[in-house]
Every structure is written in C-alpha cells, then in structure tokens.
C-alpha cells in the first residue's frame, strides 16, 4: 500500500476503537519544536549567519489485540535555510536531499508472543552499547545537514526477536535502502573550496537488499553481544571529476559501496564504574571502499545527580582504497569523547560533550542549558565551539561554531 493508504487505515482503526468504547488501547503523543542557529562567522560559499526551523511530530499507538500493535508517526517541517523542500508531498523513502516537508517518521505493526516479538514496517532499529559512538550501528542512517546536531532516520525493514532476559537474538531484513542525508553543496556545513564550481550529479541509490543478526547475552556479571551485517554503507563515497576550466568546475556524485561487518560489543560493571566496549570491522568488495576497523572504550559513572562518560574512539585501516568519502563516524575516531551532566532540579538541568584529536589538531565542545517553563514547555540554549587545523575532519567546521535556542512544547 502507499504510505499515505496506510495512515488511513490506521487512522480508522483508531476511530472504530474509539466508537467501541476502546479508548484505552490508543495512545498518542507529540511536540512542536522551534529551533534557532547564530553563527558567528560566515563560511566560504554561505554568508548567512542565522537559521531557524520548526517541527511538527506527531506519534500515535493502537493495540489491536492483546499482541498486535500499530504505531504511527509523521513529521512537518519548514526553516530558512532551504534546508527543507518547499512541496508538500508525503515521503515514504527518506532520499531526497533536502529534508521532506511532511514525512511518515514511522508505520509498523507489532506482533508479540511469549519471546518473539516480530515488527514489520518503518521503524528505528538501533544495535550497540557505548554511548559516545557506535559503530556496529549499521541500520541507524542519520541526517547530517548539520553535522553535529543529527537526527537518526527510520528505515523500512522486517524485525524479528527471540529471547528471554539472559539470551537474545535479532534478526533484520531491509529491502530497501536508506541512506544518511549528507550536507548540502553550497551552504557551511559542506565545507568545501568556494573557489571550485560544484555541479551535484546526484546519488547512484542500490537497490539491493541489507540483513543482520544480533546475539545478545546477560549474565551475572558482564553483558556482550556479536553482530553481522551484510548490505552497503549508509555512508557515501564521493566520485569527483574536475572539468579544467576558470574557475576550475567540479562533478560530484555520491554512491554507496557494499559493506559486511563484524562486530562486538560488552559492559561490565565494576563497582562505582561500568566499562563498555564497542568494536567493528567492515569489509568490501568494491574497489573503492576502505577496509577497516572501528573501536570504542569508555567508562561511565552515576553519582547522585551528576553523570559522566569518558572514553577513546579509535580506527585502524587495513586496506585504504577510497580518495574521497563522507564518513563522521570515522571522522569522530582517534580522539577522546566524553559526556557529562548535572540534573540541577526536576525543572533544570545541564550537560556538556567534547571530542578532542589524540594529536591535538581538532575539538568540538557542546555546553547546553535546558530548563521546563511549564507543564509542557521547555527551553534549551547551548553552544557548540570548534577549533583545530583545517586539515582535521573536526576542524574543518572550525568556523561553524554557533549558539543555539530550542523552545519545545509537548502535547
């Protein structure tokens, strides 16, 4: 069915619950956002120093039995950066390279009994345990138009998991792919040369199919799980082609490489800490692909009302095959990550993320400040600093350092 038949669908079924006394078994939530940029430096090819965007997101829940549910949900935006398409058709696939006006976040059926849970539709599936990077997270694309503040994307997919409290397993099929949203040629999170002329030729989508499998175990004492994966990276490879000309023009165009991965993943209290570890190795059989090996170690700690995470992300590359790639998963490894927050109250709270090169040539640091006006209303503002040699993937935003204020009223 079209997305939009099945909203209907969805939205009838609610109705008749509703007209059979059912209320109960529906559900409903949602928030709209308005959030606000100031940059204080331009950025080669963008001059403009303030954007702002709202969201409108609206999720629904009904339980059509005692182990089937649906859930729903859609997302309205609009902004002042044209970071969003300015039609108003519904989007299902989540490729376009403008962020959609109006969206479907998510449309599933859940079906529950005894230890299998089976979920089919779009939906979020998220695999790992670090909480700074996680890179046996291959069915999580993101939104990346800006860079630092991203958002995960849902993919179409059939989920089925088997299990009890000590021993799991997850199984994924998508058949078709979603890929993250890369930053848009022409504005400062692309980070590219204004002196080139930049011609987009698009995206070469596969049409392929991705799978997974996930074993998770719980003991007494320590908490892993093995992974597998099989489809293509979310994660695009940049084919460039310079045209000599004044000024020198430049075709890109984006595509995405078969990719296998192999991952692990743990934690184990002790004591006043927990220790969690991460770490995946990817393979390809495109020529153009890296092969390599992504880790994650950190330490987490819970005092009072304080919170902290501390760790190293590294990378090591066992066949370098690729020129050019879009790749902040790896651009955030070989570096010290960290989290920390302080709960000042229930209406008050606030929190701070850095990432620091190992070599010094790059850093990012996030402060925010988030505080309830209300029942229902609450305001963030922050600040995000960057610094470093161009050269480094984290310092080359260096001057996209900006403040931020988020004002989000919940329904």
Not at 28 to 34: N, S, T
Not at 67 to 81: F, P
Not at 159 to 175: E, K, N
Not at 394 to 404: E, T
């Amino acid at each position: 069915m079209r997305p939009a038949a099945l909203l209907l669908l969805t939205g009838a079924c609610c109705s008749l619950g509703f007209s059979q006394g059912s209320a109960r078994k529906f559900s409903q939530r949602g928030f709209l956002e308005v959030n606000s940029f100031a940059f204080p430096e331009a950025s080669p090819g963008d001059s403009s120093r303030y954007v702002a965007g709202a969201l409108l997101r609206y999720e629904l829940s009904y339980k059509l039995g005692p182990s089937l549910r649906i859930a729903g949900g859609l997302d309205a935006r609009s902004d002042t950066h044209r970071q969003v398409e300015r039609g108003f058709g519904l989007s299902w696939q989540d490729r376009s390279v403008r962020r959609p006006a109006l969206a479907v976040r998510r449309l599933s059926g859940t079906w529950v009994k005894g230890k299998l849970t089976a979920e089919v539709g779009k939906q979020f599936v998220r695999w790992g345990k670090a909480d700074i990077l996680n890179p046996t997270d291959r069915f999580a694309p993101r939104d990346y138009l800006n860079v630092v503040e991203t958002d995960f994307l849902p993919i179409t997919a059939a989920r089925v998991t088997y299990g009890g409290q000590a021993d799991s397993i997850d199984l994924v099929w998508s058949p078709r792919f979603t890929p993250s949203r890369t930053p848009l040629f022409g504005e400062r999170w692309a980070a590219l040369p204004q002196e080139l002329v930049l011609h987009d030729r698009g995206a070469r989508i596969p049409g392929g199919q991705q799978a997974g499998a996930r074993w998770n175990h719980i003991g007494r004492k320590v908490e892993y799980a093995v992974s597998f994966y099989e489809g293509y990276n979310h994660l695009p490879l940049i084919d460039a082609a310079l045209v000599p000309a004044l000024p020198p023009r430049v075709f890109i165009a984006r595509e995405y490489p078969k990719l296998r991965m192999y991952g692990l993943d743990g934690a184990v209290p002790f004591g006043p800490v927990t220790v969690k570890g991460e770490v995946a190795y990817f393979g390809s059989s495109s020529r153009k692909a890296d092969e390599y090996a992504l880790y994650v170690l950190q330490v987490e700690r819970q005092a009072g009302e304080w919170f902290f995470v501390g760790g190293y992300a590294g990378e090591t590359v066992t066949n370098r095959r690729s020129r050019f790639n879009f790749s902040p998963d790896r651009g955030f490894t070989r570096a010290f990550l960290g989290r920390a927050g302080y709960t000042i109250d229930t209406n008050r709270s606030v929190a701070l993320d850095v990432a620091a090169r190992q070599n010094g040539n790059g850093s990012w640091m996030r402060l925010e400040y988030s505080q309830a006006l209300g029942a229902n209303l609450r305001a963030t503002g922050g600040f995000t600093w960057i610094r470093g040699d161009p050269a480094d993937f984290l310092a080359q935003y260096r001057r996209n350092s900006h403040a931020r204020v988020l004002l989000r009223y919940s329904f």
